[in-house]
């Protein structure tokens, strides 16, 4: 026993403890701490040095080789996962675009666009934060407006041929239904239960149809689940809601997607690719992610200015795909075209994952003589 405990005590005493702290990889680059990670040595040596006291030398020296060998493959490995997830991605479209929303200034010249969707025959429905709700066509031709009055941040479909849009209105912390396309308020709504920090609040919304959801979610009561981001939440709320009858007691969220960021301020999920695209305003970043809530890149946006709503128009062809970034800095939604939606960054991740696996597993064979 005391044999063994002066092993233990010659181990913790060699200049095997290693602290790190990584940051710098960007402004959305989530820290990685590795404090006080000691060595662990092979257990099976240790014992072998124990019952031959004569080759305790031999053994420890093998067994801190090999330790040190796994410690540094672990700390790589850790270093690798780090950047993959946190460092901000090449933007995966055109870098300068084309402002679709500037004619919105004749109707209200304060238009502040705060969310967008995209309808198949209509074209594009923006709202404003002041009230104000809008049609506007692919060419940037505003084809109707109205102000209906209240905080709308954000704004979702069901489907590209829905007859009712939904509409985020942060004041309320609701989801406020109107119809199309003459754009009228139903009287229909819910109140949700979302995080709350004085000026900060519900800020994104976004529709996944429960053929697109996963089985964690249960069955939706009607059509799907609305997806809600709070600027004062990490997590991206899911509430499931039966639109047919409008709600005034406060609606729960029946689960979650955590996104390990503040400031979400819009969202889009598109069912072609079944992947979910996060904003977040302070950080000027896109986040792609999967439903079970696995960040599979973050995007640095073109512009940095106030980023707020976004939007996916994904034809037939791959090639014409383009996203639309709503600014509220002013009447402004941004197409950038040629959006690579595909993604090649995950398979960039599993060789590195693939890598980092081969080389532990080296490390765990016992050194040359």
């Not at 090649?344 to 016992?366: G, I, K, N, Y």
Request: hydrophobic fraction near 40%; charge should be negative.
């Amino acid at each position: 026993m005391q044999i063994a405990y002066r092993l233990w005590l010659a181990l913790a005493r060699r200049p095997c403890r290693v602290t790190r702290y990584l940051s710098g990889c960007g402004k959305n680059c989530i820290p990685l701490h590795l404090d006080t990670l000691l060595f662990l040595p092979d257990i099976r040596l240790i014992v072998r040095a124990i019952s031959n006291p004569s080759a305790i030398s031999d053994h420890l020296d093998r067994a801190l080789y090999r330790s040190s060998r796994l410690s540094f493959l672990l700390i790589s490995a850790c270093l690798f996962s780090n950047l993959a997830h946190s460092a901000s991605a090449e933007w995966p479209a055109e870098p300068q675009g084309e402002n679709l929303a500037q004619g919105l200034s004749v109707y209200n010249a304060g238009f502040e666009a705060s969310g967008i969707a995209y309808h198949d025959e209509l074209g594009f429905l923006i709202v404003g934060d002041d009230g104000d709700v809008a049609n506007v066509s692919e060419a940037g031709v505003v084809e109707k407006y109205k102000f209906l009055g209240g905080d709308f941040e954000g704004i979702a479909l069901k489907n590209g041929t829905a007859d009712f849009a939904y509409i985020a209105n942060e004041t309320l912390s609701a989801i406020v239904e109107i119809s199309l396309p003459n754009l009228s308020v139903t009287g229909r709504s819910w109140p949700l239960q979302l995080a709350k920090n004085g000026g900060l609040g519900f800020e994104g919304i976004t529709f996944v149809p429960q053929s697109e959801a996963p089985v964690t979610w249960g069955q939706a009561i009607y059509d799907g689940f609305f997806i809600a981001a709070s600027q004062a939440d990490t997590e991206l709320r899911i509430f499931n809601i039966d639109t047919r009858v409008g709600s005034v007691s406060p609606v729960a969220p029946s689960a979650s997607i955590e996104t390990n960021s503040l400031d979400l301020s819009g969202l889009h999920f598109s069912a072609t690719t079944r992947r979910l695209y996060a904003l977040h305003d302070s950080a000027n970043t896109l986040t792609k992610i999967n439903l079970s809530g696995e960040t599979l890149a973050v995007y640095a946006t073109p512009a940095s200015g106030a980023e707020e709503g976004v939007v996916l128009v994904e034809p037939p062809s791959t090639e014409d795909t383009y996203i639309v970034l709503a600014d509220d800095a002013g009447p402004i939604a941004i197409r950038y075209d040629h959006f690579q939606s595909t993604d090649t960054d995950e398979s960039s991740e599993s060789t590195v994952s693939a890598a980092v696996l081969w080389l532990m597993l080296r490390a765990s064979q016992p050194p040359m003589d």
